[in-house]
């Protein structure tokens, strides 16, 4: 049933335009993912919400963009060049790579492999280290090569760069570092669509306080951060829940940390982590570059490293989680229809406009006059591909939350019918009230 409904939601965003493989004409590359025209427009519509909401709307966050390939000191210091490392088993029977964390364990030393079922004794098979990081030559010659990384996280830039913001906008504590952007990991485990990609982007935040200030602005964020998806992206509030980590799956820099996982078709999974990193990653930053990194309270004279509470999401997990909770089939009319519930304001197009009749060039030309005045302040899309039930069902699809058909009536009375995706509800509205009502609608 959970694999019916990834399937189904997979092949809708392929059809769509949401979703395609990676170098898909060259037979494609495990875990990577190209957004399509629908999918890139969603997908920037989930990071402007995110922007806007603590960047633009924020006083004390400030925005930055910094360089994915990054200096090996970099991850010298944040121990992602020791530490970041997955335990990976081979199946003897099926001879299938596995993260061992994420195999059944059936007793000890045994466990269950996912693709044959067959048992692995880890006593045997003894598991191996990799790291996840992707290595890359930034000299200009193959024969002196000098190696660079691409992030593993958009955080390492912040941390990197937090002296230059300090020292150039004289920010006081506490006040946060947030950057969008992409990251890389070489995965092993693959599958799940775009849970987990090798390539993926990153909403994170840096959210600088004084130490004994830390437990209580960690607090703030886990639920800050949880109420966003209901509020702002419309995710439903059952589909959410929040799981704090037991001391032992801490990762090296974190004194506490909370998952918010989301109820994806194949179970509840992490969407985003939101942890206390104490002042590990400055510190380390301090001692391998050999810069001061302290900041200075000018009220009591005291220097210190200040700790950071980071609230970190993940761009494509976010629209995996938008999309899954949007899905809807219904039965109309002894038909099966799929519609996305989008929250009005993530749809691709506010609105689409049909005419009735294709063959009538002056319900043509009335449609048409009105997509483009409506165009220059929603996005919209004209359609007279189809059928009018036929335009109707790709718009619920794709979740464009009203449909503007123009009949030949609309050429004497001046009115549009207009249909709700949700309701499917229609009402006659006149054409000087077209804009009006969208307004109410996504706003
Ligand atoms: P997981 O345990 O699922 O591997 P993680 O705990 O390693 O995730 P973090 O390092 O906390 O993930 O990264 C923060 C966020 O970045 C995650 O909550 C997730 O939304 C996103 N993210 C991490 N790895 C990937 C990936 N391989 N593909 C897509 N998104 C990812």
């Not at 925005?63 to 020791?82: N, Q, R, T, Y």
């Not at 494509?316 to 519930?341: C, M, P, Q």
């Not at 039930?389 to 939350?401: A, N, S, V, W």
Request: charged fraction near 30%; include cysteine; hydrophobic fraction near 35%.
């Amino acid at each position: 049933m959970a694999e019916d409904r990834l399937s189904k939601i997979v092949s809708l965003c392929r059809r769509r335009s949401f979703v395609f493989g990676g170098s898909e004409i060259y037979g494609g590359l495990s875990s990577i993912w190209d957004y399509g025209p629908l999918g890139a427009r969603l997908k920037k519509r989930i990071k402007d919400i995110w922007w806007d909401t603590y960047v633009e709307k924020k006083e004390d966050i400030l925005g930055l963009d910094s360089s994915i390939i990054m200096h090996e000191d970099v991850f010298k210091a944040s121990g992602h060049l020791e530490g970041f490392t997955d335990s990976l088993v081979d199946c003897p029977k099926c001879k299938k790579r596995f993260r061992i964390d994420k195999l059944e364990k059936i007793s000890e030393n045994l466990y269950r492999c996912t693709e044959c079922s067959s048992e692995i004794d880890s006593s045997k098979h003894k598991p191996r280290k990799f790291n996840l990081m992707l290595k890359t030559n930034v000299s200009a010659t193959e024969d002196e090569p000098n190696f660079g990384y691409l992030r593993p996280e958009t955080a390492q830039g912040i941390f990197t760069n937090f002296i230059n913001v300090l020292n150039s906008t004289h920010k006081k504590l506490p006040f946060g570092i947030a950057q969008i952007g992409k990251a890389f990991r070489n995965e092993v485990t693959t599958g799940s669509f775009i849970f987990r990609m090798k390539e993926f982007e990153q909403m994170e935040i840096e959210y600088f306080v004084k130490p004994e200030d830390a437990a209580r602005a960690y607090e703030y964020w886990v639920n800050e951060r949880f109420d966003f998806y209901t509020s702002k992206l419309g995710i439903r509030k059952e589909n959410l829940r929040l799981r704090e980590h037991e001391k032992d799956e801490l990762a090296h820099y974190a004194k506490s940390c909370t998952d918010i996982e989301y109820n994806f078709p194949f179970g509840w999974s992490e969407l985003e982590g939101i942890a206390n990193r104490g002042n590990f990653d400055l510190t380390e930053h301090a001692r391998v570059s050999k810069k001061d990194h302290n900041y200075f309270n000018e009220a009591t004279r005291e220097k210190f490293i200040p700790y950071v509470i980071e609230p970190s999401a993940g761009v494509d997990r976010t629209f995996f989680a938008v999309i899954s909770d949007a899905y809807h089939e219904e039965e109309v009319n002894g038909k099966t229809r799929v519609v996305l519930k989008l929250k009005p304001n993530l749809a691709a197009n506010c609105a689409a406009v049909f005419p009735l009749l294709k063959n009538k060039p002056e319900l043509v030309e009335l449609a048409k006059k009105i997509f483009y005045d409506i165009k220059v302040k929603f996005p919209a899309t004209y359609d007279d591909t189809g059928a009018i039930g036929k335009l109707y069902r790709r718009q619920d699809e794709i979740g464009t939350p009203l449909c503007i058909t123009v009949d030949v009536e609309s050429l004497t009375d001046n009115k549009v019918t207009i249909r709700d995706r949700d309701t499917m509800k229609q009402e006659r509205i006149s054409v000087e009230k077209i804009l009006e009502y969208i307004e109410a609608k996504v706003k």
